[in-house]
C-alpha cells in the first residue's frame, strides 16, 4: 500500500459501516417517497423510525452524546438517530442546508467516538439531493 492508498482508507468507512449507510439512505428514500417535502422534521424522524423497524435496521432516536470541555462534562447533545451503535444520521427539514449543519454532524461525531455521521434534509424536491455523507477522524470531510 502506498502513501495516497494509507490516506484514501484512512478517509473511506469500512465496507459494513459503508453498506448500513447505503441502507438507512434506502429507508430515508422510501420515507420521502411517500411523503415528499414540506413536514416538520419530528414527522420524517417518526416515519423514519417505522421504516428502520420495518427493514430490521437497529436504531435508537434521540440518542443522548455527554458532551465535555476539557475533560469535564459540560452537556449533553441527542442524535436523531444512532443506528447499530456506529453510524450518527442527523435530520434536517430546511430550505438549504448550511455549513452550521455539517458542523453539527461534525461535533455529534467527535462526541461519540464515531466515524460516520449521514446529514439528511428532507426539504427537496429529490432525496439524494439532500444527503451528505460526513466522516471524521482528525479532520472531518463531506463525501
Not at 73 to 80: C, R, S
Request: hydrophobic share 45%; aromatic share 8%; charged share 25%.
Amino acid at each position: 500500500m502506498n502513501r495516497q492508498d494509507a490516506k484514501n482508507a484512512k478517509e473511506e468507512p469500512p465496507v459494513e459501516l459503508d453498506r448500513l449507510a447505503h441502507a438507512v439512505i434506502g429507508a430515508a428514500i422510501e420515507v420521502h417517497r411517500h411523503l415528499g417535502p414540506g413536514f416538520l422534521e419530528s414527522t420524517y424522524q417518526k416515519a423514519l423510525q417505522v421504516e428502520f423497524c420495518l427493514r430490521d435496521i437497529p436504531a435508537a432516536p434521540q440518542y443522548p452524546v455527554g458532551l465535555t470541555y476539557k475533560g469535564e462534562a459540560v452537556g449533553e447533545g441527542f442524535l436523531d438517530f444512532l443506528v447499530e451503535e456506529c453510524l450518527v444520521v442527523e435530520l434536517k427539514a430546511v430550505d438549504k442546508l448550511a455549513p452550521i449543519h455539517t458542523a453539527q454532524v461534525i461535533s455529534y461525531l467527535k462526541a461519540a467516538k464515531l466515524f460516520l455521521g449521514l446529514l439528511i434534509n428532507f426539504n427537496t424536491p429529490v432525496l439524494r439531493d439532500g444527503v451528505k455523507r460526513v466522516i471524521w477522524h482528525e479532520t472531518a470531510h463531506v463525501i
